[in-house]
């Protein structure tokens, strides 16, 4: 049974470059999330799928961010642009719809410095 | 706002003390509790849950939480802390929204 994986795990880039990350969610699970956590902070949430669909994308922090999951699989989370701010460790998480609240699995999450 | 408060940021016990960490959460109904807990530049590992029923849950490496609606609280307890233990812990909860809202975080630390 393996867990979320994500790739890359680390990610150094420059100011104004964009930026992919992948989210491998536990094979049965059909919702997958991504949450953004700075230096200190508790995960901040960002986006969620179930399958494919893209059920809830308010809280994207801004228009550069995008988030896909087109075969209700593996998703990716974009960031055009970067910004000197958005570095972070970006965290994945997958559930089984099932209960009301259904228990997130966390990734090892990938870590991004925008020098 | 629905929130959730963890008034601790950082704690040093002694290993084999035992430790008790706070979390009070803001929300009009029971909300779904979870505790997780981070190694250093590492992802989450669920500690315990709670949905309904007892209210003592029990978790993995000996952690137990305790909620207590009259107090929104839902803290995380262990008996005798080990040194593998150090570690961030943080509670969150669902609204069953699907979102998890998080605290601030308790970095524990462990005395030999």
């Known amino acids: 049974d393996t867990g979320v994986s994500q790739d890359p795990r680390h990610k150094i880039t420059k100011r104004g470059q964009n930026v992919t990350f992948r989210c491998d969610p536990i094979s049965e699970h059909n919702r997958l999330y991504w949450y953004r956590q700075t230096l200190g902070q508790g995960p901040e949430f960002l986006t969620y799928?179930?399958?494919?669909?893209?059920?809830?994308k308010s809280r994207l922090l801004s228009d550069r961010f995008s988030a896909e999951r087109p075969k209700g699989s593996f998703s990716t989370l974009e960031i055009q642009r970067t910004e000197q701010g958005d570095s972070a460790m970006y965290l994945c998480?997958?559930?089984?719809?099932?209960?009301?609240?259904?228990?997130?699995?966390f990734g090892p999450g990938t870590r991004l410095t925008v020098l | 706002a629905q929130s959730v408060t963890q008034p601790d940021i950082h704690i040093t016990v002694s290993e084999g003390a035992s430790l008790e960490l706070r979390c009070n959460y803001s929300?009009?109904?029971?909300?779904?509790l979870f505790w997780y807990v981070q190694s250093p530049g590492q992802g989450l590992q669920l500690l315990l849950k709670y949905f309904s029923g007892d209210t003592l849950v029990q978790g993995i490496k000996g952690f137990e939480a305790e909620f207590k609606r009259s107090q929104s609280s839902f803290n995380l307890r262990k008996p005798s802390v080990h040194w593998s233990d150090a570690a961030e812990y943080f509670c969150s909860y669902n609204n069953a929204g699907n979102m998890l809202t998080f605290g601030g975080g308790t970095r524990l630390m462990v005395k030999p």
């Open positions: 929300y009009g109904a029971t909300p779904y």
């Open positions: 998480a997958s559930s089984l719809e099932g209960r009301a609240a259904d228990t997130q699995y």
């Open positions: 799928f179930q399958n494919e669909a893209q059920l809830e």
